[in-house]
Structure formats: C-alpha cells, structure tokens
C-alpha cells in the first residue's frame, strides 16, 4: 500500500510543478478551507491514506517550492489514537517520497461543527 501512496504522491507533486495552481500567502496564515475550495474547482484534490490532498505551487525562503496540504476529518468517530497513527504513517510516506521536507506542521481547525487535522508540507525544488 505505502509504495501506491509514494507513486501517487509523486505523480500528483510532478502534475502540480508545471500548473497555474499557486498560493502565495504565508504557511501561518492558511485559510484551508478556501485553500482545499480552490483546489476542488482545478480538479486538485487527491486521496492519500485517509487525508484529502491537494497541492501548490509556493515560495519559501525565496525558493520555488511545492505546499501540499493534507486534512482528516476528525468528529468524534475517530480517536486520538486513530488519527495520530495516520499522522505518523503520512510523514512516513513523504519521508520516504520526498527524503527532505523543508517544513512539516499540523493544525487542529474547527469548522462548523466538525473538527480537522491538516498536516502541511513544503518541498522545495532545488
């Protein structure tokens, strides 16, 4: 399963450097909702593990990069146990994608009455 998820994931990150499909805001003020909004209109929202997925193109530190950003939906079928266990065998697989992620964060947001975890990453391209 995890070498689907490593393919998967290096395809989508491949479709993504050549696209328009940009964010240009700074990683502690992502508005994910609108983030994974703009994605679903450019048919950019992926399944990885139990995450949805989607991708951008970004600069950080003055380098070209790739933001993928990767949110759960938590509500109270699942437990601590469950969603950290996904957690960590995402960044297993980016870890073993991607070798160096120059940033890795996750953020707790509630949304209506439902709760997310989203997980972002940042890879550059140099």
Known sequence: MNEKNIDKLKDIFESIIDSDIKYSGLIKDIDYFSLFCKAHEKNNIHKILNFDTCMFNYTYKNTPSILMLFSINVDNKYGVKYISENVMELINILEKTFIKLE?????EVKFDDHKFIYVS???NLE
């Open 121 to 123: 990453v940042i890879k």
């Open 103 to 107: 940033h890795v964060s996750t953020d």
